[in-house]
């Protein structure tokens, strides 16, 4: 009977540690998520702010098209604001389970 007590014991401390390689494996490839957002974001403000300097000096020739993408670059660059919140958020949460 403690033969039997000891295997099931030690298959459970298996499971464990498999559901722990398997974690581990997913907070590293969230940390690679979260790097990639953060240069996106970074990429993004960098040309969000060429286009708002550029826009200084161009206050009496407004272009349209110039406009819009300007517009879109930054709702870009929110979306990925949020992103990143939202996978740091996400990987704090699974570093605290483990």
Same mark, same amino acid.
């Given at each position: ?5 000891l295997q099931d014991?030690v298959?459970?401390?298996?499971e ?5 390689i398997?974690?581990s494996?997913?907070?590293?490839r ?6 990639e #957002?953060k ?5 993004r403000?960098?040309e969000a702010?060429a #286009? ?5 000096g161009k206050?009496?020739q ?9 517009v879109? #670059?930054?709702?870009?660059v ?5 992103? #990143?919140?939202?996978?740091e ?5 699974l570093t605290?389970?483990?």
């Open positions: 009977q403690n033969e039997k007590e014991v298959k459970q401390q298996e464990k540690m498999f559901q722990l398997d974690k494996g997913e907070v590293m969230l940390k690679a998520e979260v790097s #957002l240069r996106l974001l970074q990429h403000e960098t702010k #286009l708002w300097e550029e826009m200084r206050e009496h407004v272009d349209t098209a110039y406009v819009q993408e300007r879109m #670059l930054r709702r870009e929110d979306k990925l604001r949020l992103l #990143l919140v939202e996978k958020n996400e990987n704090i949460r605290n389970k483990h």
